[in-house]
């Protein structure tokens, strides 16, 4: 292919799923099962931790919150900077971060190094795993980007529900630095090897002109039969040419769908962190040993996990309005929770049941939030939206923790911690009742400019 003009990008999105793009994805899952693990590791040690200080629920509400709070701080603050620097560049910086800063929380002596600590992990989060959501989207092919970005999020769940059964096994051997210890030692160990088989985005490469000849060894991997040269003029073809920013999330009409997919994205993070960051403190408070909590916390995500599966094919067919139902079905299940007796196989059940609806739903929600926006804004529509969501996220362990602080009995508890998802399936179905409209209206649009599609009379 001597100086034959290739679009690189055309060859990804039209081209089918080859070997080397399905270890790519198989790299960032493993990214996402990390990221699992340590997200919930202040969930799993809390009991133990809160035994061992001597602290209340109250005050320990802002720790839970803190690796969430960095999340979202490193998402805005360095997510601009794999484009400039590269996407693996980012990626393994991010690993190393929330590695080491995991690696160092058992030192902490008290609450606020240990809410500092845990904050630094999560600014590593947050430049790591959006990183990899771009990585991933920019090397699948079209037809089956969102299937794979769906697999990330299961991995994700995968990490969390597996957290609670290592935690489960650890703490009683080792104590509970040893979760941190596992949870710090894993990125660090995948960064090593990423370093060495994870590829830098082609597409970054190629729009950037850096390592020209690192981006013809990329695209002879990626489809061998090309057999490209160095005298091949690789190319990427032109985006849009409109220029996104926050602002455009709210011009030609988009604003009202923008703030009921944030508010949806709100709620839903709001539920989904208060359950899983306090559910096996109050597990212990009713009954259950540590070992066994920790393991009814991981059933959660675990739920979760295989929900992502079936609420992600049935909103292929469905679109928002599953989305909607598997929140109000969750909304039951969860207050199920507290009206349970202490049986760790009946909680364990339930858990596992409210995370299948409760986590499938969320999964749907992340998935649409890179779908209603038009190409050259969908990744700031997404981005923005995951980041927004992040308040809620941080919001959910601190108002738990005030809650049980006060006393409040387990029924009454997680009838309230229901209430954000009765709120957000409200927000979806009028998310989707916004997106059909926008559609009806786009469609008479289009047949007012064209003659040849009104109807004959």
Same mark, same amino acid.
């Given at each position: 292919?001597?100086?034959? #003009?290739?679009?690189?990008?055309?060859?990804?999105?039209?081209?089918?799923?080859?070997?080397?793009?399905?270890?790519?994805?198989?790299?960032?899952?493993?990214?996402?099962?990390?990221?699992?693990? +340590?997200?919930?590791?202040? $969930?799993?040690?809390?009991?133990?931790?809160?035994?061992?200080?001597?602290?209340?629920?109250?005050?320990?509400?802002?720790?839970? #919150?803190?690796?969430?709070?960095?999340?979202?701080?490193?998402?805005?603050?360095?997510?601009?900077? @794999?484009?400039?620097?590269?996407?693996?560049?980012?990626?393994?910086?991010?690993?190393?971060?929330?590695?080491?800063?995991?690696?160092?929380?058992?030192?902490?002596?008290?609450?606020?190094?240990?809410?500092?600590?845990?904050?630094?992990?999560?600014?590593?989060?947050?430049?790591?795993?959006?990183?990899?959501?771009?990585?991933?989207?920019?090397?699948?092919?079209?037809?089956?980007?969102?299937?794979?970005?769906?697999?990330?999020?299961?991995?994700?769940?995968?990490?969390?529900?597996?957290?609670?059964?290592?935690?489960?096994?650890?703490?009683?051997?080792?104590? &509970?630095?040893?979760?941190?210890?596992?949870?710090?030692?894993?990125?660090?160990?995948?960064?090593?090897?990423?370093?060495?088989?994870?590829?830098?985005?082609?597409?970054? =490469?190629?729009?950037?002109?850096?390592?020209?000849?690192?981006?013809?060894?990329?695209?002879?991997?990626?489809?061998?039969? @090309?057999?490209?040269?160095?005298?091949?003029?690789?190319?990427?073809?032109?985006?849009?040419?409109?220029? @996104? %920013?926050?602002?455009?999330?709210? %011009?030609?009409?988009? @604003?009202?769908?923008t703030l009921l997919l944030w508010g949806a994205t709100i709620s839903s993070f709001m539920a989904h962190h208060f359950l899983t960051n306090w559910l096996p403190t109050v597990m212990t408070d009713a009954g259950l040993t540590l070992a066994q909590a920790a393991v009814v916390g991981?059933?959660?995500?675990?739920?979760? $996990?295989?929900? #992502?599966?079936?609420?992600?094919?049935?909103? +292929?067919?469905?679109?928002?309005?599953?989305?909607?139902?598997?929140?109000?079905?969750?909304?039951?299940?969860?207050?199920?929770?507290?009206?349970?007796?202490? %049986?760790?196989? =009946?909680?364990?059940?339930? $858990?596992?049941?409210?995370?299948?609806?409760?986590?499938?739903?969320?999964?749907?929600?992340?998935?649409?939030?890179?779908?209603?926006?038009?190409?050259?804004?969908?990744?700031?529509?997404?981005? &923005?939206?995951?980041?927004?969501?992040?308040?809620?996220? !941080?919001?959910?362990? !601190?108002?738990?923790?005030?809650?049980?602080?006060?006393g409040i009995s387990r029924p009454l508890l997680f009838v309230i911690a229901s209430t954000p998802l009765v709120l957000c399936t409200a927000l979806v179905l009028a998310l989707g009742a916004s997106v059909r409209r926008r559609g009806e209206a786009a469609n008479s649009a289009k047949?007012? =400019?064209?003659?040849?599609?009104?109807?004959?009379?």
């Amino acid at each position: 292919m001597a100086g034959k #003009s290739i679009d690189v990008a055309e060859v990804i999105d039209r081209g089918p799923m080859t070997g080397f793009q399905i270890t790519l994805v198989a790299w960032l899952c493993c990214l996402m099962t990390v990221e699992g693990f +340590d997200m919930q590791a202040m $969930a799993y040690t809390a009991p133990a931790i809160l035994k061992e200080w001597h602290v209340s629920r109250a005050v320990f509400g802002p720790v839970l #919150s803190a690796s969430l709070f960095g999340y979202m701080v490193g998402a805005f603050a360095l997510g601009a900077a @794999a484009d400039r620097l590269g996407r693996k560049t980012v990626l393994l910086l991010g690993l190393a971060t929330f590695g080491l800063f995991t690696l160092a929380a058992p030192m902490a002596h008290g609450l606020t190094p240990l809410m500092t600590l845990r904050f630094l992990a999560g600014v590593g989060l947050g430049a790591a795993v959006p990183t990899g959501l771009s990585l991933n989207a920019e090397y699948t092919p079209l037809k089956v980007r969102a299937t794979t970005i769906g697999l990330m999020y299961v991995a994700y769940n995968v990490g969390a529900a597996g957290g609670g059964f290592v935690a489960g096994a650890a703490i009683p051997a080792w104590g &509970w630095p040893s979760v941190f210890y596992i949870g710090g030692a894993a990125p660090l160990l995948l960064g090593g090897l990423m370093l060495a088989f994870l590829p830098e985005s082609v597409r970054f =490469l190629l729009l950037t002109g850096r390592r020209p000849q690192e981006a013809v060894r990329i695209l002879n991997r990626l489809r061998p039969e @090309a057999d490209v040269t160095d005298a091949a003029q690789l190319t990427v073809a032109a985006e849009e040419k409109h220029k @996104a %920013s926050p602002a455009s999330l709210f %011009s030609d009409g988009r @604003a009202g769908m923008t703030l009921l997919l944030w508010g949806a994205t709100i709620s839903s993070f709001m539920a989904h962190h208060f359950l899983t960051n306090w559910l096996p403190t109050v597990m212990t408070d009713a009954g259950l040993t540590l070992a066994q909590a920790a393991v009814v916390g991981g059933m959660f995500p675990l739920g979760g $996990a295989i929900g #992502s599966f079936v609420v992600g094919a049935a909103m +292929d067919r469905r679109g928002l309005t599953m989305v909607a139902l598997s929140f109000l079905l969750g909304a039951p299940f969860v207050i199920t929770l507290g009206l349970a007796p202490a %049986s760790a196989v =009946l909680l364990g059940a339930l $858990a596992f049941l409210a995370g299948f609806l409760v986590l499938g739903g969320q999964l749907g929600l992340n998935a649409s939030s890179a779908t209603l926006y038009p190409t050259f804004m969908r990744s700031t529509g997404a981005g &923005w939206s995951l980041g927004i969501g992040r308040v809620g996220s !941080i919001a959910g362990p !601190i108002v738990g923790g005030i809650l049980i602080s006060t006393g409040i009995s387990r029924p009454l508890l997680f009838v309230i911690a229901s209430t954000p998802l009765v709120l957000c399936t409200a927000l979806v179905l009028a998310l989707g009742a916004s997106v059909r409209r926008r559609g009806e209206a786009a469609n008479s649009a289009k047949a007012a =400019l064209d003659p040849a599609a009104q109807p004959v009379r």
